[in-house]
């Protein structure tokens, strides 16, 4: 995260020095108007005398506020370009990092927490640079300018008198920060967890209807959005409390100003107008004052918030070491895999072992098996979205783990069983963003699909925007669409993920036949529970906990009387039964 920061920071290497120079200039410019003030005051016990000179420093003053408005309006431009470009840049190379991390890494963070991430953390990050660059330095360029033009140009006593209510200020400050920081972090924490409930809410709410457990979330969120509340008024109260003391402390370098000043006026050793500018000089400290506590209080906030997003920035990458001339590499699609054995990170029971499979290009490999028996984590291997001791898969000959990944993934079109579908156009989930596809190639992966009337009935064709999650689909069509990517990318290894499970068999059996025409010269993997989806495979697998229980072809399984056989005989009475039905 540090790295990210700097990097960020060192764009506006140029913008920063010159916003940060005009602010002093601003400062500066902010004390002139109070000494013309204070001089046309002391003019007037002459007006008749001084007339013009009044009138010329009036015109003075005219065009002070015009340059500061002129010099306000740059930097504060500047300062709004660096502090949104910062927050761009850190969302961006979060976004980035969230892509390349590990499955096992992305999994342990729920969506509420990375939505907290990308909105209140970068946000807090954002603020503070601002805060930072623009408030700090005005701040430092008032105590320098301001205190060196009163204790010059009026009284350094009345200037080091008016100072020590700023100085008890700042040692209230020191003793109110901590408790900031302390009931922010639990104000953080409490907007994750109802976020994340927020997010489970929605995703949920088809069942939440269908169960009508409406009434019940509503008192849960009622009471997690009392909590985040009650912690943001924490929050807000010791906020207050740093205001308060500072206005106090402010009141009372008025106070002392207007009675030891008045003093120094009737001693005449400064004169009324100089007494004028002096309470002009005051007025400069208002806003830096205040700006104190939200500074240090904005810091252990984003403090809060960088140690938050350094956790995501450390945790570990997917590791890339694809050159830009390999990435169009091809592979065979031979694969073989020796005496695997698996268990998911923090579980010590074994999701696959011993497990030994060995498919060549221009075959089909059929894997059945209960649910939980390890058929997808055995794709997921095979895709390296787990790390996996090197010699257990191989692929043409080649250790998995010495293939770049790029390579790799790039031979695999891998169709999930999810079939997750982005809120997009058809023709954007089809091709998935990639520009370097025809229009005619992509509805020729639809017909193949069995998808392309559905898509023709559409109000746009490809065209059309579907839903979030493809919820605009029926079941059927957002697998078709999902599988018509196989037909479009140019892939060597075809893996088809419990993909037809929302199709009736009519239609299962002519994608199959598809399929197996698409897969002539490439490798292909089709998982199912269902016995027609993979009784024409080279070799069928049955998993079982994790373990090869039987193997062979259709007929040789069936003869065998186990497990396939009875989810053969389970899938026959049940088509028996709806036909007869």
Request: glycine letters at 6%; proline letters at 2%.
């Amino acid at each position: 995260m540090k790295k990210v920061l700097i990097d960020s920071l060192k764009k506006y290497k140029w913008q920063i020095p010159i916003q940060i120079i005009l602010m002093g200039l601003n400062i500066y410019i902010l004390t002139i108007p109070a000494a013309i003030i204070g001089n046309i005051i002391d003019l007037f016990y002459d007006i008749e005398a001084n007339k013009q000179i009044i009138v010329n420093n009036t015109y003075y003053l005219l065009v002070i506020c015009i340059v500061y408005l002129l010099n306000r309006l740059i930097w504060k431009y500047l300062e709004t370009y660096i502090s949104r470009g910062v927050e761009r840049d850190i969302k961006s190379k979060l976004f980035q990092r969230f892509l390349k991390l590990k499955l096992q890494n992305i999994q342990s963070i729920k969506n509420g927490e990375i939505m907290s991430y990308f909105v209140k953390d970068t946000n807090e990050i954002r603020s503070t640079v601002y805060r930072i660059i623009s408030h700090g330095a005005r701040t430092f360029f008032t105590f320098i300018i301001a205190i060196y033009r009163m204790a010059s140009g009026v009284n350094i006593y009345l200037t080091f008198a008016v100072m020590i209510p700023i100085i008890i200020a700042s040692i209230l400050l020191v003793k109110i920060k901590k408790y900031v920081e302390i009931s922010f972090k639990k104000a953080q924490d409490k907007f994750t967890e109802m976020s994340e409930y927020i997010q489970e809410s929605t995703d949920s709410v088809r069942t939440t209807k269908a169960y009508s457990c409406e009434g019940s979330q509503l008192k849960d969120f009622i009471r997690k959005n009392k909590l985040v509340r009650q912690s943001n008024n924490t929050v807000d109260v010791y906020s207050n409390l740093l205001s308060t003391c500072i206005q106090i402390c402010f009141g009372m370098c008025y106070a002392i100003s207007l009675l030891f000043g008045a003093k120094l006026v009737l001693d005449g050793k400064i004169t009324v107008g100089e007494l004028v500018t002096f309470n002009g000089y005051i007025g400069l400290f208002v806003n830096p004052v205040n700006w104190i506590p939200q500074i240090i209080s904005r810091f252990k906030r984003a403090q809060i918030a960088y140690e938050r997003l350094d956790k995501v920035f450390k945790l570990d990458v997917e590791k890339s070491n694809t050159k830009n001339n390999l990435k169009k590499e091809k592979l065979e699609g031979n694969i073989e895999i020796t005496d695997l054995s698996f268990h998911y990170p923090g579980v010590l029971d074994k999701a696959l072992e011993n497990i030994n499979i060995d498919v060549r290009k221009g075959k089909t490999l059929g894997i059945i098996g209960t649910i939980g028996s390890g058929k997808t984590t055995l794709m997921n291997l095979i895709t390296r979205l787990y790390s996996i001791p090197n010699g257990k898969i191989k692929i043409d000959g080649r250790d998995i783990n010495d293939i770049p990944i790029e390579v790799l993934r790039n031979n695999i079109c891998y169709i999930t069983q999810d079939n997750f579908l982005f809120s997009t156009t058809l023709k954007d989930n089809i091709c998935l963003f990639k520009e370097e596809y025809e229009e005619d190639d992509i509805k020729e992966s639809t017909k193949k699909a069995i998808v392309y009337e559905d898509i023709q009935h559409m109000p746009e064709g490809l065209k059309t925007v579907i839903g979030e999650r493809g919820g605009d689909l029926s079941g059927g069509q957002r697998q078709r669409v999902a599988i018509s990517r196989a037909f479009l990318k140019n892939s060597t290894i075809l893996i088809f993920d419990d993909t037809f499970s929302a199709l009736d068999n009519r239609t299962s059996e002519k994608l199959i036949e598809n399929i197996r025409e698409l897969s002539e010269e490439k490798t292909c993997i089709i998982i199912s529970n269902k016995v027609s989806d993979v009784k024409h495979s080279n070799e069928i697998i049955v998993l079982d906990n994790g373990k090869i229980i039987e193997r062979g072809i259709h007929e040789e399984l069936i003869n065998q009387k186990g497990i396939y056989h009875d989810f053969y005989e389970q899938q026959s009475t049940k088509e028996e039964t709806g036909i007869l039905a």
